[in-house]
């Protein structure tokens, strides 16, 4: 039985290597790689007060892509996709970032905001980074009744910021589950993001990746091709994927155990249990 596991892993290993050649060909080796994408300095940033404290729940995913200069400082943020409330303080956060330089002198950052469960007495957050772009940012508020007023007027979204499509764009119609692609049995893991084309219908017609594992990104591609949104004036939407195991030490889930996770409008997370070898 361990053997048959291990000649598994073997063949699983070998494929994953065969879909990156295949990557390779099919032009998706220009994309942005987790290996191009090391970061040097980052900033610490707390939730903005005007999401934390709104009265909607103002969570959701915000992808930011940095142009680089040649010693890896940012010189300019742009948003790809995220909520009006949260976009500007991403990108002045994004902007104190640093970067290793690297050949296509960008980086891309998923910010991911989400509210804590429960009622806390005072309004709290903490960051956490998972290598080497993903910001996860989690926040506690008082009850609604205890919640801060902003009296301070705030610049319409357009004076704000740039965006190139918002949450309020990408209206979510039908998705297709994906599953964690073979890649899993060689123990990867990672961020995929895609952006994709709509047609008049608001389905999707072709999809590219903007960043992403090469292992990883055929299954998405395939994958976002099968969603439809709500018609958009762009005819474009931005899709995130995140690929994750279970830490193999704690043996909290059983072998071969697959879960997916949709957030609307555009993040998915799918995980999948290691595969024991003794």
Known sequence: MVMQKMNVSVIALIMAISTFASAQSDGTSSVLSDKDIEVVHFADMTYPAAAQFSASDSEGIVVVRDRLDSTGDVVEATALSGNDTLVADTLANAKKWRF?????????????????????????????????????????????????????????????????????????????????????????????VVEAKLDEKGSVSDASALFGNPILIPDCLANVKKWSFSPNAKHLAVVVYRFKMPCACLNNAPEGQHQFILQPPNYVEVSHAPMWIQ
């Not at 980086?107 to 290598?131: E, M, N």
């Not at 989690?138 to 609604?144: D, F, I, N, V």
């Open 100 to 192: 290793k330089p690297n050949a296509t002198k960008s980086a891309i950052i998923v910010y991911r905001f989400q509210f804590a469960r429960g009622i806390c007495k005072q309004p709290s957050d903490y960051l956490t980074i998972d290598a080497p772009n993903l910001v996860t940012l989690t926040a506690c508020r008082p009850s609604k009744s205890d919640a801060i007023v902003l009296n301070k007027p705030r610049k319409s979204f357009a004076e704000a910021t740039k965006i190139l499509v918002s949450d309020n764009e990408m209206q979510l119609q039908d998705f297709a589950e994906i599953d964690y692609p073979v890649a899993w049995e060689a123990r990867i893991q990672g961020v995929v």
